[in-house]
């Protein structure tokens, strides 16, 4: 039988926006639609690894044979993807985490005052990727840039920081890809490698990024 690319292999992907609660009934959220993360997983059960997908609320059906994971705020995308993190092969961060939540959370619904301008109070959430590969032994870890100009070289400085193995990159501001749209084209920018994967649907971009991660990987367990 053919040994797929990911076979064996456990693989955590984190995938849409979250939301962080002001009052029962707000939130602060952003567009995304968790399309590229959901073909991810398709594509790396299809690779043959065990997938969990930590989800924030989207409005797309969890692929087959993928175990779900629904979560809202960062907080709680965190927590979800740290448990269980030692059996964990492969990290692949698609959220679209927001930056910044509520300082606190209203206990009941706010009040509309006389006032003509409201401030809100946010504070910085945690850096889920950045947490995970900092942590001990490491999954080989995988963030994304959605970046407006000068795309690798951001992306080069993030995987630094963020201490990754690969950045997903992409230039949000050519029209008709990226975020909530069906097309996307990527850079995959590794420590000292640049490929660019022009643009196409997520389902057969997912393909070709999870061929070349779980190469990227197999390259790194030999060494
Ligand atoms: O720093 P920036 O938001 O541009 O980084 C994007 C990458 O970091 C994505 O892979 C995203 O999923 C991840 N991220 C995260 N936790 C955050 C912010 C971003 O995992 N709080």
Redesign the pocket.
């Known amino acids: 039988f053919e040994t797929l690319a990911l076979s064996g292999r456990t693989v955590y992907i984190?995938a849409g926006p979250t939301r962080e609660a002001l009052d029962p009934v707000r939130y602060i959220s952003n567009h995304s639609s968790g399309k590229m993360g959901y073909a991810l997983a398709a594509a790396a059960r299809d690779a043959g690894a065990r997938v969990r997908l930590i989800s924030g609320p989207v409005s797309i059906a969890v692929p087959d044979r993928v175990q779900c994971v629904q979560v809202e705020s960062?907080q709680q995308m965190l927590d979800a993807s740290l448990e269980g993190l030692a059996d964990c092969d492969l990290f692949i961060?698609?959220?679209?985490?927001?930056?910044y939540r509520p300082v606190s959370v209203a206990e009941h619904k706010i009040k509309k005052g006389s006032e003509e301008i409201m401030e809100l109070h946010l504070v910085k959430?945690?850096?889920?990727?950045?947490t995970?590969a900092s942590s001990k032994n490491r999954p080989f870890t995988v963030?994304?840039?959605?970046e407006t100009r000068d795309v690798v070289a951001y992306a080069q400085d993030?995987l630094a920081r963020?201490r990754l193995d690969l950045i997903v990159a992409n230039d949000v501001s050519a029209p008709g890809i990226g975020f909530n749209s069906d097309e996307n084209a990527v850079t995959l920018v590794g420590p000292d490698s640049v490929e660019s994967l022009p643009q196409t649907h997520k389902q057969q971009l997912a393909r070709q990024l999870i061929n070349r991660i779980a190469r990227h990987l197999n390259e790194q367990a030999k060494t």
Do not use: E, L, S
């Open positions: 984190t960062a961060a698609a959220a679209a985490v927001a930056d959430n945690p850096d889920i990727v950045a995970v963030g994304f840039a959605a993030k963020k």
